[in-house]
C-alpha cells in the first residue's frame, strides 16, 4: 500500500523512484548500505522507513553531508538531520487500541512487541502503558518481544497465553504481531476468553475479525504515508523547502461491526 501511494505520487510530480528494503525486517545494517548506495546513486531524496531508531544515525548524516535530503516515513530516527516525518501519530494509535473496552470488565492484559529499537512500536507501546494506567480496572501483566515474522510472534503470544491464564487481551503492536496473537488463539481454542487486539491489516488478520480470533485492528493509512513522501520528496528535490516537521496520517479502530463500512 506504501508503494501504490509512492507509484501514484511519482506520476502526478513526474520524478523517478526506486522502492527497496531488506529481505529481514530487523536487518539495520542492510537497511544503512541502501541508504548509502541511494547516496553514490545520485538520489536527491531518500524515504526512509527506519529500522532502528539510532542506529541508522550515521547513515543518514553521511546522506545529508553529501547533500542528499532524508524524509522518515513510519518509522523515524533520532537525528536532527531528517527534514520531515510522515506517519501515524503512535503514541496516540496506542491509545486508540484501549478503545474497545468497556468499564465493567476486569481486563488482564499481555503485549507482544517487536523490535525494541524501533521507533513506531515503542510509540505505540507508551502510548497504550499511558493510557492503560487511568482504566481502573485493567492491568498489564506482562509483555514479550518476538522477531518480525509470523512463527516468531504466534510463539510468543502462546508462551504467554499459556504461561499467564488470568490474560483475557492479548495486544500485538505490528502486522507480524498481530498475526501471532491471531494464530495462538486460533491454535489454543481461546477465542472465546482472549480478546485480540492488533495493528495494520491484511487478508488474513481481517478473516480473523470475522471468525473471531481478533477483536479490534487499529488500521493506518499506508497509502497516504507513500504519497505524501513523495509529494514532498518532489518539493525538496525542487529545492523548496517544508515549514512543517512532521505530517500525521489517520488511524481507523476496525472491528466486526465496522468492518464493512465505507470508512
Known sequence: SVKNGVNSAAIEYNVSVSFEGPENEEDYKAQNDMIKKAVSDGADVILLSAIDYVKS???????????VKVITIDSSIASENVSLFIGTDNVGAGKAAVSGFSSDE????????YNADTDNGRQRETGFREYIKNVENAQIITMVT?????ESATAAAASLIKGYPEINVL?????????GVGNAIKQLGVKDTVRGIGFDSNVISV????TGEMDTLIVQNPFAIGYLGVKNAAVLA???SISEKTIYTAVTPVNKENLRSEE
Open 57 to 67: 544515525n550515521d547513515a543518514v548524516e553521511y546522506a545529508v553531508k553529501n547533500g
Open 106 to 113: 476486569k481486563i488482564y492484559i499481555g503485549l507482544v512487541n
Open 146 to 150: 518476538a522477531d518480525s515474522n509470523a
Open 171 to 179: 495486544v500485538g503492536f505490528n502486522e507480524w504481531m498481530t498475526l
Open 207 to 210: 478473516g480473523m475479525i470475522e
Open 238 to 240: 525542487s529545492g523548496g
